[in-house]
């Protein structure tokens, strides 16, 4: 399975699911139906525990409109380059300086949806 349930599944098991093709070894996320560098649909999951990355930058939101990140604020979000290669978008709680080395983990919130967190 390729799509996003390959990652959802994962992550429901406190695993993340980093999406490589087998044909370039490019690594990508989020999950596609093809590589978008090379078109192939030869993509395999690379699944850890957590993923080593190195924070690029990481902010603290005071307010949202999403009704369901309000109980959480002040809410930190960062955003990861993987050691893999792909930056992603993820909870920060931990305030942290840019270039440290984190940990990223994946997990389904309360609505059922994958989210990241860097540690
Ligand atoms: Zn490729």
Redesign the pocket.
């Known amino acids: 399975m390729s799509g996003p349930e390959g990652m959802r599944d994962a992550a429901a098991a406190g695993r993340f699911a980093l999406q490589r093709?087998t044909?370039?070894g490019?690594a990508q996320y989020p999950p596609r139906e093809v590589?978008a560098?090379?078109l192939?649909d030869r993509l395999a999951w690379q699944v850890a525990e957590a993923l080593p990355g190195v924070l690029l930058a990481r902010t603290v939101l005071h307010h949202s409109h999403e009704e369901r990140f309000r109980p959480r604020l002040p809410l930190g979000i960062g955003l990861v380059r993987l050691a893999a290669g792909p930056v992603v978008l993820c909870f920060a709680p931990v305030p942290r300086t840019i270039g440290d080395a984190v940990q990223v983990r994946a997990a389904l919130d309360e609505t059922g949806t994958p989210v990241l967190t860097a540690r």
Do not use: D, K
Request: net charge positive; aromatic share 0%; hydrophobic share 25%.
């Open positions: 093709c044909a370039c490019r590589c560098a090379c192939s």
